[in-house]
């Protein structure tokens, strides 16, 4: 599934938020163990047609944090990452973090490659 990702270095964790209900909570309430897939936009060497492609999957299990404190600290720091500015991410929080459920990756596995797509 598609979805927005903080990674916490301090921690070596990996938070995500969604809605407290669908399919993704269904799944994870089912089997706590998730992979994470992140690549990036890849690049081309000079005169080389073909698209060189980094990345990475994490594989690990998921807790659903409850505290409410948690979840507003961890959305805070993953709205910082893709919102524009800090008072936008306070907006959302307000209108929207009763509404979130946030959930915490514990890293279990890394592993990624280079793909040349040739």
């Keep these: 599934l598609p979805i927005n990702f903080f990674y916490d270095e301090t921690e070596n964790k990996i938070y995500f938020h969604c809605a407290k209900e669908g399919h993704k909570i269904d799944a994870l309430r089912k089997h706590d163990k998730a992979s994470l897939c992140i690549f990036d936009e ?14 990475v999957i994490v594989f690990g299990k998921i807790r659903f944090v409850e505290e409410v404190e948690e979840t507003i600290e961890k959305v805070r720091m993953l709205g910082l990452k893709h919102y524009p500015t800090p008072e936008s991410v306070e907006e959302e929080i307000k209108k929207a973090a009763s509404r979130v459920q946030l959930l915490e990756m514990t890293i279990e596995h890394v592993t990624g490659k280079l793909v040349n797509e040739s």
């Design 42 to 55: 890849g690049y081309r060497k000079d005169g080389d047609w073909a698209l060189n492609i980094n990345s």
